[in-house]
């Protein structure tokens, strides 16, 4: 079984201050991790994934994660924030084996960019 | 490249209606599902397909039904529209491309509201 706690349904900043989205997963077996992004009124788009090779995971418009098994943590980060980034951003574990392409998700975490 | 489209993108409904999201995708990909999308509750999955012919049941699959008779097709069947159904409705594809090739393409989703 798997599961994604997104910690922080709303998190707000400020133009060009980091961000930081936390993601704890629960997986039974070595997992693939994700993060998509959301804009209103649209699909969701792939910034990143994990897929076992490196834990330091760079993804699109400047957002990277970390993997950290130990933790079992897939936090999100950008160093400098940007109001085009302002989106719902979600977590989600992917399982291997016959379930590729089966995902679940976070609850999802709103990102505000204040000028 | 069309990718993953959904149709139609706004649906209304009244309750005991049925009706059929159609989903397609031309990326020649084994996989397909339907999630449903709430607020703070994520996607969650309904039903899930690994090639032609095969489904299965996700998280959510009370009050749907889905078939796969072609790689590019899985429709999404409402026999009786609740009010419970009221969501947004997201299609995803994914090939089985080994570790790299596990990202979900997603459509555009289709907000149903059934009164």
């Known amino acids: 079984a798997q599961s994604v706690t997104q910690l922080g349904s709303h998190v707000s900043v400020s133009e060009g201050a980091l961000v930081l989205l936390r993601c704890n997963y629960s997986?039974?077996?070595?997992?693939?991790l994700f993060w998509y992004v959301q804009y209103p009124n649209q699909g969701l788009q792939l910034l990143l994934k994990?897929?076992?090779?490196?834990?330091l995971v760079k993804g699109i418009n400047g957002f990277e994660a970390e993997f950290k098994k130990s933790e079992t943590s897939f936090h999100l980060t950008k160093p400098s924030a940007h109001m085009s980034d302002a989106a719902e951003y979600f977590c989600?574990?992917?399982?291997?084996?016959?379930?590729?392409?089966?995902?679940?998700f976070g609850q999802g975490t709103i990102l505000t960019v204040h000028p | 490249n069309a990718g993953v489209t959904q149709t139609p993108k706004f649906q209304v409904l009244k309750t005991g209606q049925s009706m059929t999201l159609q989903c397609a995708q031309d990326?020649?990909?084994?996989?397909m599902s339907w999630y449903r999308q709430d607020p703070g509750m994520g996607l969650r999955l309904i039903h899930y397909?690994?090639?032609?012919?095969?489904?299965d049941q996700g998280e959510v699959p009370n009050g749907y039904n889905v078939s796969r008779s072609t790689t590019e097709d899985f429709p999404l069947r409402l026999l009786s529209a609740a009010p419970s159904q009221t969501s947004v409705y997201f299609c995803?594809?994914?090939?089985?491309?080994?570790?790299?090739?596990?990202?979900?393409?997603f459509g555009q989703g289709t907000r149903l509201t059934v009164v």
């Open positions: 995803a594809s994914s090939s089985h491309g080994g570790f790299s090739n596990t990202e979900a393409f």
């Open positions: 997986s039974s077996v070595p997992p693939y």
């Open positions: 994990y897929t076992s090779a490196a834990t």
């Open positions: 989600a574990v992917g399982a291997g084996g016959t379930s590729y392409g089966k995902l679940t």
């Open positions: 990326m020649n990909h084994e996989y």
């Open positions: 397909s690994v090639g032609a012919g095969i489904t």
